[in-house]
Structure formats: structure tokens, C-alpha cells
């Protein structure tokens, strides 16, 4: 590929082709399609050489894909080919893919290529880099330069500021003022996720966004020279990162400032629209670089520029000794890196600070846990006589890290070198080795870095908060995350970042087509929704998922089991996980201790070795409740969740309760108290953060890695291919390709290509948009499959338009052959008769030429010689005449005219004393008006009273009136009462005589009725003296059956006193036959002692 004779020769480092040309496709709405480019000679000669052959890519093993053109279709399997250096070569037809025509080379959108597959995507990627041009679009593909461009510069900024998608080169800037003008617009939260292999430019991608941000959405204040000062909180945003680069970036092979974190920076916005605050969330900090590092590698850079401290400080801090190679944490790496002063990235550090507000005893207090960890990695250890226990001869690197951490020295060596275990109910302590220590003591300097980091970040938080702001817009979030990692030896840490990725990625498949797929509904073309999202659930549910116990899960019950091993791990992953299913994400290994995952990127291979460990990340937990009681503040609030419920309660040995941390990471262990572990912690952490960017409108950013050397202008296209399929590039083509990434609107569409059906096109009668390109489409016999016709645009699957562009070339060159033909044809004949023309004319000069020199001797034609000139003098004469008379006419006319201006002049004279005079009658009526006006509005005044005078009459009137209607109504109301009470009075007489009547009625039933009742009440008397009587015998008959019962208990009760007493003699009888009884034994046992002292005397 790098023998390209289509790339343009262009190296020079102003950014070129930024002219935009034609209209057309784009993935998210309209643009450029076929570039004007095709001006330059270069261009026209590079379409010639690609139209005469059919060019391909092919795959090469060193540079990815080689350019080659088809010779011959062996068969449908097999295509010969012949590569550029003239190689001939039978490859398999899947394996060749199409090339784009010339002028698609440097599309800054990808998915304007028709021919949307990887080698192309990896050329066009190659050419735009070999021209300075590092952003491409479809989303943005950043490739690093690895040198400084003229491209980030204030003006370049304000030329992006407003600009439409695609008005300008695809640029970081472009996507951050997206990112702010959707927020503004949408009034929704938006997110920027940045991701790439580790030196691919990521965070130098993410400072430039934030720096755009910073500067186009600060509250701009003027002093009072008209200048603008810089915000402070501005500041403090763009100050957290070289603060944060001190202590979470490294040298590593590749790159010189590796961020070994991930971080989530969210940039809120007030009301207004200016910054009001922000917040920094981070990730997976490296521990493991805090004891090791490879020789071509650094520790965290802070270690180096404390080491370059003033003096005073590094006396304060006990670091006597200027040298890495004096400390145990630094004796094997790089102790300088090419071009980077330690000592002025100390002070750049330090002003970063103070700028965040940091005071000086802050500033201490984070510097202090680095050098502790310093003197903690000198603690020399030694073995005893056995080999077996691990003691400290030197105290001098034990005694200056208990110093800075404010921990008593003796109990700190006892802890390090025999811990306290439970054994049973009981604490032991037991004795460890060299090796043992040694690991204990690494895992401590991990975890006093982790947290003072974490310390770090929570302070900085702290001072760019908005907490104070209570109207906020939105926020802004820049997500700068390490991009997925296959390396021969994959462990827990890659696991993580590679989980991470799959969540990431996920994210942006779900996102991704989202719009394409909003664009389809939109034009309403036949389209079924796909959740491209869904396709890499699987794999997320193999490593997060509790049922089936997933990877992540498997290994949290294997920690938290007591006998839990990797190797155990392993084999219930394997049970668990293995199956025939071609299409299964897991697969185990034989004969080693690893699995395979197939992630989207491709399969990883990881080792399980160690991973127990890593995930439980144990420590001397006798050593961090020292900390926790540490009189340093600083040291016992980082590690203050150690501290039991009553120590708790206690306040420090400095008298200082312990603050509530607002530190993250504590904020998870003390979670409810439980035992938390990095896998869980950091799932957690994923789906926090995955929520959050749910509810997000996202942007996405791709950095590609160019090379490995980090050289400047090189490019592998290896390297650069497997990133595009790690970092889900090749992914999202994918899932373009899958649609129907090209499109015309349908002028445009009929416009270019109505040339290849002429006659549907002749037609001068009026044809709507749609059914033009339906004919024109159906003309082309176009499979059906291949194109939708929506609303307005015509879209395409991918590759259509190119074969419909070489169809169109075909035709045109066609067209413009018998164009050339007619043109010649013409030109001929011209020829032709211009030379037989100058044959005729050269015959009839040849012919005067004789006849002249037969008349010149001739008398005759010497005398009309003569005579000519004399006929011009005749002509002059005349003409003078005629002029004359010209004049003479002119004259007239003049006098003419001259007496009608003076008819005029006097007709004016007349009209301007007329006018006068109606000026001065205008001005009498206007008087005569202004005292006509003047008696109107008196008049109008007097109206307007003796209006209001009837009005207050009509009122009068009107209340007399309803009065009058008041009494009428009162008298009708009077009489209706007069004549409804006459009838009342005759109802009330006809009531009163059917009342009598029915109370003669009403006597006689009463009198009945009386008959009844003494007749009932002689019955009841009756009934109540036989009901008396049968009581009375009733109770008589109960007393008597009552008496009885009486007789008989005091019988019973007799009958039972003289049992008892029987039992009682009894019972006496019986105690005096048992002793009788027993009387007799013992008589008994005497006698048969008797019997044995006879018998044995005898
Ligand atoms: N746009 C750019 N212009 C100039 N130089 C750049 C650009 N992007 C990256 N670089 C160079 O590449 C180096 C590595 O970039 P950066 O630190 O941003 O990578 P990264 O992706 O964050 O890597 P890591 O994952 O290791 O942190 C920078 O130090 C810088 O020298
Ligand atoms: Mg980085």
C-alpha cells in the first residue's frame, strides 16, 4: 500500500483538501458524495489508470491488504490475480475485495465510501494520515501524529464554534461543540467516550475537547483594561489533569505518559450555559506498577518529581537521597524519560495545585504517603538461622516510613513480621517468611497509593464541584478509558478493561445505528429494528451473569470459600460453561490452566493463574488498623474504614476524630460491611458508569495507535487494522453495511443518473420525485434488495452506487466518444472547405492578377484610373448639401421647440399663481376647520354630560321601574295566596268531614280492638299462673335432685376419707414388713458371715 500510485503526493504539514465539493451522502443526513476534486491532473490520470483495469485489495501478510488487479475468474472459488510488482497470484474470490474509484480516496466520512470494507477503510484512513488529515468521520477515527499539528489553535477553535455536522474537517473540536450545541438544544446530558490502544492519543484527545469546552462555554469576565481574565474554575478543570497525570501516569514501552487509570470527567452546565462546576470518577488504577516495572518502564511520575522536590520538602519528607536507584520501587526502571524534566513537572505539579487550592499541609499530606511508600519499598529483609522467619536488621527505612505515617515503629514491625491470625476462637500470631513479608509489604504500597490517589481525586472534586449552583443544565462527561487488550499472557487485569470494552461497545452498537435506523423510520422505507446492542449480550452475560454463575461471579464464590483455588476456579468454569455450541462464547484449553472468551474484538486467552489472589487482594489487616489510628489525620482518614465498631467511637491518638471520608473507594468496602473484592468492586463501579452514559446522548471518539516506535508520519497498516476491529471500527461498518448506508435525495439522484436511461428521461411532462427514480430504478433492472425508496432520498446498500457510477462512466464515455467523433467530423470539414475555399479564391486572384496585367497597359483603364478619385470629390459635395440641409431642418425644429417652451413657461407662470391662490383658500379652510373642530368638541362635551345626565335618568327610571315590578309582583304573589287558601280552605272542610267519618271508623274498630285486648289479657292471666305453677314445680323437683347429689358427694367424700385412711394403714403396714424384711437380711448377711468365718476357722 505504500506504493500507491493513487495517493497524492502530499506531505507538507498544512492541512489540505478542507474544500468541501458536490452533495451527498451522509450516514446522518445529507452531504458530499462525489468530490470536485477530480480537477487536478493527478486526479484525471489516476481515474484513467483505474478505469483500464479491474482493481482489488487483496490480503498480504505484512501489510495487511495488497493492491492487485483481476486477470481472470478462475471459478467461483478462485480469482487470478497480479499484484503491483507484477506478481501473478491465484487468491480465493472471497478473499479479494473491491477498491474504490480514485475520488473516494480522502473521504473524511467513511460511509461515503461505496465500497465499505476493510481494506478500503484502512486506505482511506492511510492517505488522509499521509496528508495531515488525522480526524475521519462516520464517528470520529482520531489518528495519533505523534508530532504537533497546526490544528488547535484559539482560531481554529472559533471556526468550529456553530458549525453544522460536516460544514468542516471531521475534528475533535467538531464533536465537542456538537456535544455542547445537543446539550443546549436537546436540554439533554451528552457524553464523549474516548477510547483506543494505550499511546493511540486518548487523553490528549480528551484534553483538547475540555480545553474547547472550557473556552467556548466559560462566562467570559473583563477587567477593566477590556481584558479577558480566565475563570477560575476553568483553571482549577484544566489544572486536574496534570495533577492527575503525576500520580496515575507512567513511562511505559508505549508511551511516554500512559495513563494507567481510566476516568470519567463530567463538565456541568448551569442555566446560562457556562461551566458551573465538574466531577472526575476513575477506574482500574494500576497498582501493580507501585513495586514493578520492566526496565524499559517507569513507576507513577510523581515518584520521580518528588525525588527533583525543593529541598526542603524532601527533607521534611526524609528522602536524603536524589537517585531512583536508592529506592527499591525505582532501582529497576528508567529513571528519566527523553525530553521531560522532572524537576519542572515538580513545579508545574505544585502550581497545579496550589491553583486547585490545595493548602501546603494538603499538598504534604499526599506527597507524604509517596514517600512512605518509598522507604517502605528499602525495608530490608532478612532471614533468621532456620531460613524460615523473616526479620528487620536495618530499622532506619522501617523507622522513617512509620514516621511519615504516624504509626508506632515497634508494633508496625511486629505486624509486618508476625501478624496476628485466627486460629479457632483465639488470635495467634504467626511468623512469616522473607517471601511472605515481602508480599505483604507490596501489597501495603499498593494500597497506600490507591488510596492516596483516591484521597487526591476526592480532593479535587472537592474544590470543582457545583454543589452551590442549584439551576443546572446538564452535563457534559469525557470518558478517557483504556481500549480492549489482547497480549500473549491476558490475567484478571485484562479481563476487566476487556469486560469494560464489551460494556462500552455494546453501548455504541445499541447507539450506533440507533439514528441510521430514526433516518429509515423517518423516510418510512420497509425496515425492521434491530438491537445491534443485543448481539454481544452474550459474552457480557458469560462474564457478569449470577445464574448461570458467570466468570466474575465463579470467582467470587471461589474467594469467598475456604478452601477456594484457581485450579477449582477453573473447573467450575469449565462445568459450568463448556458446551458443543459452535457459536459459544467460552471454550476451555486442554492441559492449561486458562479459557477462552470470544469477545467482539476477537479471542482472548486468559490465564487463571494467581487470580484468586488478585481479585481478593488481601492485606495485613493488624497493619491497616495501625493506620487507621495513624496521629497522622491524612493517613488514619484514608484508612479509617479499618477501624472496628469501638475503635470507632474512639477518637486518634492525635485527639482527632476520625472525619466521615467522602472516598469512593472506602464508600465500597464499608458498603454494608461485607468483604468486597476488585472484580465486584469494579463491576459495580461498570454499571454505574454504564447507567450514567444510558442516560446520555453519546459521541464517539476512536484513537488509533499508528505505529509502535512512536515515530512521526509512519503508519503499519497491520497495527492500525487490528485496532479498527478492536476499537468496534470494523464493527460499526459492519453494522452499515447492514443497512442502507447510501443515499440520494431524489433530485440529486435523478440529476446524475437519469443520463443512463435517456428516453424516461425525455419525457417534457411534469413526473413527481419518487415515481422518476422508481422508473429510472426499475429501467436499471436493479434488484429490489439492493435499494429503498424512501420520503424523499433514494438509499442504498453499500457498494450499489459504485456499480452504478461505473455503469454511468461507461455510458458517458460512450456519450462523450461520439461527442469527440461529432467534434472531429466537424473540424474536418471545416478543414476542408477553408482549403478549398482559399483553391477558389487563389484561382480568382490568380485570374485578376492576369487581367490586371492585360489592362494596365490599356488607355482606356488608364484614363478611369485617372477619373476614380474625381468621383469621390462629386460624393463630398453632395454630402455637404445634404448636411446643410440637415441643419436648416434642425433650425426650423429648434424654433418650434423654443415656441413651445415659452407656451409652457407661461402655462407655469399661470399654474403657480393658481397655486397660490388655492394655498391661501386651503389655509382659510384649514382655520375654518380648526373653529369647526373646536365647537365639535365642546359640542361632543355637552353631548357627553347630557349623555350622562339620561343615562342617570334611564337609571332612575329603571329602578322605578323595578320597584313598580317588585309591588306587582307582591300583589300577584298576594292574590295567587288569596285564591290557593280559598281552596285550601274548601280541601280542609272536605278533609275534616272525611276525618269525622273515619274517626265514627276508626271508634268502632278502637272499641273492637278493646274487645280483643281484655279477652288476650285474660288469657295471659292465664297462661302466667299455669306458667307459675309448672316453675314452681319445676324448681321444687331441682331443689330435691340438688339435695340428693348433696347427700351423695358427703357420702363419697366419706367413702374416699376412709380409703385414704386405709391406704395410709396400709402403707404403714407396708413400711414396717419392709423393715422387718430388711431386718431379716442384714440377720441373714450376719449369719452367712457367721457361716463363712466358721467355715474359714475351720
Ligand atoms: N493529537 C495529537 N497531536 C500531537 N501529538 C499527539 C496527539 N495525540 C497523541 N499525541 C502524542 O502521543 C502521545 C500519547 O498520547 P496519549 O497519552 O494521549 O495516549 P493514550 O491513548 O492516552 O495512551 P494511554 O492509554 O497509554 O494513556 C502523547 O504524549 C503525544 O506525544
Ligand atoms: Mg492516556
Known amino acids: 500500500m505504500t506504493s500507491d500510485f493513487l495517493l497524492p503526493d502530499n506531505t507538507s504539514d498544512s492541512p489540505q483538501y478542507t474544500e468541501h465539493a458536490g452533495s451527498f451522502v451522509h450516514s446522518h443526513g445529507t452531504k458530499v458524495f462525489i468530490k470536485s476534486r477530480l480537477d487536478g491532473v493527478l486526479d484525471a490520470v489516476a481515474q484513467a489508470r483505474f478505469n483500464e483495469k479491474r482493481w482489488v485489495w487483496i490480503p498480504d501478510p505484512e501489510m495487511g491488504y495488497a493492491r492487485a488487479h483481476v486477470l481472470n475468474e478462475l471459478s467461483k472459488q478462485d480469482t487470478e490475480v497480479e499484484l503491483e510488482s507484477g506478481q501473478v497470484k491465484i487468491v480465493q474470490t472471497k478473499d479479494v475485495f473491491a477498491m474504490n474509484p480514485p475520488q473516494f480516496d480522502m473521504a473524511e466520512d467513511m460511509a461515503e465510501l461505496t465500497q465499505l470494507n476493510e481494506p478500503c477503510v484502512v486506505h482511506n484512513l492511510t492517505v488522509r494520515f499521509r496528508a495531515n488529515q488525522i480526524y475521519s468521520g462516520l464517528f470520529l477515527v482520531a489518528v495519533n501524529p505523534y508530532r504537533q499539528l497546526p490544528i488547535y489553535s484559539d482560531e481554529c477553535m472559533q471556526s468550529y464554534k456553530g458549525r453544522r455536522r460536516g460544514e468542516l474537517s471531521p475534528h475533535i473540536y467538531a464533536v465537542a461543540d456538537q456535544a455542547y450545541h445537543d446539550m443546549l438544544h436537546d436540554k439533554e446530558n451528552q457524553s464523549i467516550l474516548i477510547t483506543g490502544e494505550s499511546g493511540a492519543g486518548k487523553t490528549e484527545n480528551t484534553k483538547v475537547a475540555i480545553q474547547y469546552l472550557t473556552t467556548m462555554a466559560s462566562k467570559r469576565i473583563l477587567n477593566k483594561n477590556g481584558t479577558v481574565l480566565v475563570n477560575q474554575l476553568e483553571q482549577q ?33 448551569n442555566m446560562q450555559a457556562h461551566i458551573c462546576g465538574a466531577n472526575i470518577e476513575w477506574y482500574l488504577l494500576e497498582k501493580s506498577r507501585v513495586h514493578s516495572q520492566s526496565s524499559k518502564e517507569r513507576n507513577y511520575h510523581i515518584f520521580y518529581q518528588l525525588l527533583n522536590a525543593d529541598k526542603a520538602m524532601k527533607e521534611e519528607l526524609l528522602l536524603n537521597d536524589d537517585h531512583a536507584s536508592q529506592y527499591g520501587f525505582l532501582k529497576d526502571s528508567q529513571p528519566t524519560i527523553e525530553d521531560v524534566d522532572d524537576a519542572k513537572e515538580y513545579e508545574n505539579l505544585i502550581n497545579a495545585m496550589h491553583i486547585m487550592g490545595l493548602k501546603k499541609d494538603e499538598i504534604r499530606d499526599f506527597l507524604r504517603m509517596v514517600a512512605a511508600v518509598l522507604h517502605l519499598g528499602n525495608i530490608a529483609l532478612t532471614a533468621d538461622y532456620s531460613g524460615e522467619r523473616a526479620d528487620v536488621r536495618d530499622f532506619s527505612a522501617l523507622e522513617r516510613t512509620c514516621h511519615l505515617l504516624g504509626i508506632p515503629a515497634q508494633e508496625f514491625k511486629k505486624s509486618l513480621l508476625t501478624p496476628r491470625i485466627k486460629a479457632g476462637r483465639d488470635w495467634v500470631n504467626q511468623a512469616k517468611s522473607p517471601a511472605q513479608v515481602m508480599a505483604s509489604v507490596d501489597a501495603l504500597a499498593k494500597t497506600i497509593y490507591e488510596r492516596n490517589f483516591g484521597g487526591l481525586v476526592d480532593r479535587i472534586n472537592r474544590a470543582i464541584d457545583c454543589q452551590k449552583t442549584t439551576s443546572k443544565m446538564g452535563f457534559i462527561g469525557v470518558l478517557d478509558i483504556a481500549g480492549f487488550e489482547i497480549f500473549e499472557v491476558n490475567s484478571f487485569e485484562q479481563l476487566c478493561i476487556n469486560y469494560t470494552n464489551e460494556k462500552l461497545q455494546q453501548f455504541f452498537n445499541h447507539n450506533m445505528f440507533v439514528l441510521e435506523q430514526e433516518e429509515y423510520k423517518k423516510e418510512r422505507i420497509e425496515w425492521s429494528f434491530i438491537d445491534f446492542g443485543l448481539d454481544l449480550q452474550p459474552t457480557i452475560d458469560l462474564i457478569e451473569k449470577t445464574n448461570p454463575v458467570g466468570i466474575l461471579s465463579c470467582l467470587e464464590e471461589e474467594c469467598v470459600a475456604p478452601r477456594g483455588t484457581d485450579k477449582r476456579f477453573l473447573e467450575k468454569l469449565n462445568s459450568t460453561w463448556v458446551s458443543d455450541d459452535p457459536e459459544g462464547k467460552y471454550k476451555s484449553i486442554r492441559f492449561k490452566e486458562s479459557f477462552t472468551v470470544k469477545h467482539y474484538a476477537g479471542q482472548v486467552e486468559y490465564s487463571t493463574a494467581g487470580w484468586i489472589n488478585k481479585n481478593k487482594d488481601p492485606l495485613n489487616e493488624d497493619i491497616t488498623r495501625l493506620l487507621a489510628r495513624s496521629t497522622n489525620r491524612h493517613v488514619a482518614t484514608l484508612f479509617e474504614d479499618y477501624l472496628t465498631e469501638t475503635e470507632h467511637q474512639i477518637p486518634n491518638e492525635s485527639g482527632l476524630p476520625t472525619s466521615s471520608s467522602t472516598f469512593s473507594l472506602m464508600k465500597l468496602r464499608k458498603g454494608g460491611g461485607s468483604f468486597r473484592t476488585v472484580g465486584q468492586r469494579h463491576k459495580q463501579q461498570l454499571l454505574s458508569l454504564m447507567n450514567t452514559l444510558y442516560l446520555t446522548h453519546p459521541h464517539f471518539v476512536r484513537c488509533i495507535l499508528p505505529n509502535g516506535r512512536k515515530h512521526a508520519g ?40 437519469e443520463i443512463l436511461c435517456p428516453r424516461q428521461a425525455s419525457t417534457n411532462c411534469f413526473v413527481d420525485g419518487r415515481s422518476a427514480c422508481q422508473t429510472l430504478l426499475d429501467s436499471l433492472a436493479l434488484d429490489s434488495e439492493k435499494y429503498r425508496i424512501g420520503n424523499t432520498k433514494v438509499f442504498f446498500k453499500a457498494t450499489v452506487l459504485a456499480e452504478l457510477e461505473e455503469i454511468r462512466d461507461r455510458k458517458l464515455s460512450e456519450y462523450i466518444t461520439r461527442f469527440q467523433a461529432g467534434c472531429r467530423r466537424y473540424i474536418a470539414r471545416y478543414h476542408l472547405t477553408r482549403v478549398s475555399r482559399q483553391a477558389e479564391a487563389i484561382k480568382i486572384m490568380q485570374r485578376n492578377a492576369r487581367i490586371y496585367v492585360t489592362l494596365r497597359e490599356w488607355s482606356w483603364w488608364k484614363i478611369y484610373a485617372k477619373l476614380k478619385p474625381l468621383n469621390v470629390a462629386y460624393r463630398v459635395e453632395s454630402q455637404i448639401k445634404e448636411k446643410d440641409q440637415r441643419i436648416a431642418d434642425l433650425e426650423n425644429s429648434i424654433a418650434v421647440h423654443q415656441q413651445s417652451y415659452e407656451d409652457l413657461q407661461d402655462q407655469h407662470s399661470a399654474l403657480v399663481a393658481n397655486y397660490k391662490t388655492y394655498k391661501e383658500l386651503l389655509a382659510n379652510e384649514q382655520r375654518l376647520t380648526a373653529e369647526l373642530e373646536e365647537t365639535k368638541i365642546g359640542l361632543s362635551e355637552k353631548l357627553r354630560d347630557s349623555k350622562g345626565k339620561i343615562d342617570q335618568m334611564l337609571a332612575e327610571i329603571k329602578q322605578i321601574k323595578d320597584q313598580v315590578d317588585e309591588r306587582q309582583q307582591k300583589i300577584d304573589e298576594l292574590e295567587t295566596k288569596a285564591s290557593s287558601e280559598s281552596e285550601l280552605l274548601a280541601e280542609t272542610q272536605k278533609v275534616a268531614e272525611d276525618h269525622s267519618l273515619e274517626r265514627d271508623i276508626l271508634a268502632a274498630e278502637y272499641e273492637a280492638l278493646e274487645e280483643k285486648h281484655r279477652l288476650l289479657e285474660s288469657q295471659l292471666e292465664a297462661v302466667e299462673t299455669k306458667s307459675q305453677n309448672a316453675l314452681m314445680e319445676v324448681n321444687q323437683s331441682f331443689d330435691s335432685q340438688i339435695q340428693e347429689r348433696d347427700t351423695k358427694i358427703k357420702q363419697l367424700k366419706s367413702d374416699l376419707e376412709a380409703r385414704q385412711r386405709n391406704e395410709s394403714l396400709l402403707q404403714q403396714t407396708i413400711e414396717t414388713n419392709k423393715n422387718q424384711y430388711q431386718e431379716l437380711i442384714s440377720q441373714k448377711e450376719v449369719k452367712k458371715i457367721y457361716i463363712y468365718l466358721e467355715r474359714f476357722l475351720d
Open 714 to 753: 509512519e503508519i503499519q497498516a497491520l497495527l492500525v487494522l487490528d485496532q479498527l476491529r478492536c476499537n468496534g471500527v470494523l464493527e460499526g461498518i459492519r453494522i452499515c453495511r447492514k443497512g442502507f448506508p447510501n443515499r440520494l435525495v431524489f433530485a440529486d439522484f435523478r440529476k446524475r443518473y
Open 237 to 269: 478543570i484544566l489544572q486536574a489533569n496534570p495533577i492527575l497525570e503525576s500520580f496515575g501516569n507512567a513511562q511505559t514501552i508505549r508511551n511516554n505518559n500512559s495513563s494507567r487509570f481510566g476516568k470519567f470527567i463530567r463538565i456541568e452546565f
